[in-house]
């Protein structure tokens, strides 16, 4: 009897084990999701709101089916199946609608719909995230029934554009930099006349590669104007916080995010204002690299709905460099402060913003070997009249510049936290500073970027009933590209020298920093590099920002 009880006693262990391995692979593998019984799925597709330009144009649905449940996987991106409907007769109203079924391969985890044949309303009417995005799980199984509403809306701005130049004027940038800075902000109207797009091959990493299929890019090389109308512009676009972008849902694979569809909502009013400052080279942050023509570097404000500050955000080097509130930072009539750095080893540096002057943060530069030969850091500038100068909006006097606060200006230090006081966040010693002697020029012009649809076309939605645009303009606004003569990477050894790219155009829609103002500025966020971080250097409250 004993070996029976033996035996019976390692079956009960196995099937127990057996158990807890079905389960716990069923619960970490969500997404693998296996169909052994293929059967027909019933798709039903709806479209709302069909702009007149696309009647009697023919549209269809392609299905895509993805086997991903690492999206990092080499053959993530290559679909398992592909399936198109068709849709019989051209559009002819302002809504249509279609029922087909279709057998649905035995394993995937994502399903991509996309509506097709609506290429002459890109840009100007969106019909929400195309592609639709949707994950295998047992209830879609179960229901056998998949259904999704493509719903368009005008691309064009809700915020009427006095009320953007106002908000946009309201908080136009202080900028100090080291006085000896080769490169100061200047316009892009000035290479309207060499405007001619080209095509560069992307780099293999590149996951668009992957994604779209897609092999090239755009890019415009433009003549070397560094000492030619040098008048700084400042660029900016106002709009609602709640914006959404194509792709952007959790279902969404890697690298399917589409700049050119976005829609506005107005949500509880808060609006992003976004700035862009255009420099005609970028040299650093070392004599080494990362050297290209043109840089567009930005921030961007979240105000309330009737243009109070709440928060600002910074970006640089591809990265988040500061999101805090904007009591943090100083600024003067609403106008805030901030810093440009230069680079070391005699490198004008690459023009990344701070709202705090006087420290430098040691960079990656890809390796250790490039960082022991390059040693890159940004130098940001400090407030002051001896070594510094600035570019001012133009609704500032000399007058308003006679006593400059610097510093949280708190004077009671006890209701900093302990978690408050480190080293970082410990308040500077506030100086008022008589800024008159610093003042180098004036931010001439604040240009609106138009919706690059729309631009010079009938409105529509348009609280403005326009879409004129400068000529000068117009180019710039439409173009979907790299502006400048180095388009991507380039590493030249005999030279010592790193090509790097030159930057994506503006608006927000495009430029790869820029991407993270769809988020909103909300959370307090810095980036930390090599050594040093870009976080606030002081802590203030109600009384820090200058009236």
């Given amino acids: 009897m004993k070996p029976i009880k033996k035996t019976a006693t390692y079956i009960s262990l196995a099937v127990f084990l057996l158990c807890v391995t079905f389960c716990s692979s069923s619960n970490g593998k969500e997404l693998e999701i296996t169909n052994i019984n293929p059967s027909p799925i019933r798709f039903q597709f709806k479209l709302k709101s069909i702009p007149k330009e696309l009647k009697g144009e023919r549209i269809s649905y392609t299905l895509q089916f993805y086997f991903c449940p690492d999206s990092k996987a080499k053959d993530c991106y290559t679909p398992v199946s592909t399936k198109t409907q068709k849709i019989a007769k051209p559009l002819q109203s302002s809504i249509d609608q279609i029922t087909f079924q279709e057998v649905i391969p035995n394993q995937w985890t994502h399903l991509s719909i996309r509506l097709e044949g609506i290429e002459k309303i890109q840009g100007k009417y969106s019909p929400g995230h195309n592609p639709f995005w949707i994950q295998n799980t047992d209830s879609i199984l179960k229901k056998q029934n998949i259904t999704h509403e493509f719903t368009f809306v005008s691309q064009e701005n809700l915020i009427p554009n006095r009320k953007q130049e106002e908000l946009a004027s309201k908080f136009a940038p202080i900028l100090v930099f080291h006085k000896d800075k080769k490169y100061l902000p200047t316009n892009i109207e000035k290479y309207a006349n060499f405007f001619h797009p080209k095509e560069y091959t992307l780099p293999n990493k590149d996951i668009r590669r992957k994604s779209l299929g897609q092999t090239t890019w755009n890019y415009v090389e433009f003549p070397d104007l560094r000492d030619r109308e040098t008048q700084t512009h400042l660029y900016y676009h106002v709009r609602y916080a709640k914006t959404t972008v194509s792709g952007t849902t959790k279902e969404t694979l890697p690298g399917f995010r589409d700049d050119g569809n976005y829609w506005y909502e107005v949500g509880n009013g808060d609006m992003v204002i976004s700035y862009w400052i255009w420099y005609d080279w970028n040299e650093g942050p070392t004599k080494f690299g990362n050297i290209h023509q043109g840089d567009l570097e930005s921030y961007a404000l979240l105000v309330s709905r009737d243009g109070k500050p709440k928060r600002i955000l910074l970006t640089g080097h591809d990265h988040i460099l500061l999101d805090t509130d904007f009591r943090n930072i100083n600024s003067l009539k609403n106008h805030p402060i901030l810093y440009v750095?230069?680079?070391?080893?005699?490198?004008?540096?690459?023009?990344?913003?701070?709202?705090?002057?006087?420290?430098?943060?040691?960079?990656?530069?890809?390796?250790?070997?490039?960082?022991?030969?390059?040693?890159?850091?940004?130098?940001?500038?400090?407030?002051?009249?001896?070594?510094?100068?600035?570019?001012?909006?133009?609704?500032?006097?000399?007058?308003?510049?006679?006593?400059?606060?610097?510093?949280?200006?708190?004077?009671?230090?006890?209701?900093?936290?302990?978690?408050?006081?480190?080293?970082?966040?410990?308040?500077?010693?506030?100086?008022?500073?008589?800024?008159?002697?610093?003042?180098?020029?004036?931010?001439?012009?604040?240009?609106?970027?138009?919706?690059?649809?729309?631009?010079?076309?009938?409105?529509?939605?348009?609280?403005?009933?326009?879409?004129?645009?400068?000529?000068?303009?117009?180019?710039?606004?439409?173009?979907?590209?790299?502006?400048g003569k180095h388009p991507r990477s380039d590493l030249r050894i005999r030279e010592l020298h790193q090509y790097g790219e030159s930057p994506e155009n503006a608006p927000f829609k495009t430029n790869i920093e820029q991407h993270y103002t769809f988020e909103s500025p909300k959370s307090e966020r810095s980036y930390t590099d090599r050594e040093g971080n870009y976080g606030p250097k002081f802590l203030g409250d109600d009384s820090t920002p200058q009236k």
């Fill in 341 to 483: 750095a230069k680079g070391n080893m005699g490198s004008d540096g690459g023009n990344p913003t701070s709202a705090y002057g006087g420290y430098t943060v040691k960079l990656h530069a890809g390796n250790a070997l490039f960082n022991y030969i390059s040693d890159p850091w940004d130098v940001f500038p400090s407030f002051d009249p001896e070594n510094s100068i600035l570019i001012i909006p133009k609704d500032l006097s000399e007058k308003d510049l006679t006593s400059v606060k610097i510093g949280s200006g708190i004077k009671d230090k006890s209701i900093q936290t302990k978690e408050d006081s480190e080293s970082d966040n410990l308040p500077e010693p506030t100086r008022y500073i008589d800024a008159r002697k610093m003042i180098k020029q004036k931010i001439e012009r604040l240009v609106a970027w138009e919706e690059p649809g729309w631009v010079d076309q009938t409105a529509d939605k348009d609280p403005d009933g326009h879409h004129k645009v400068d000529p000068k303009l117009s180019s710039f606004f439409k173009f979907r590209g790299r502006l």
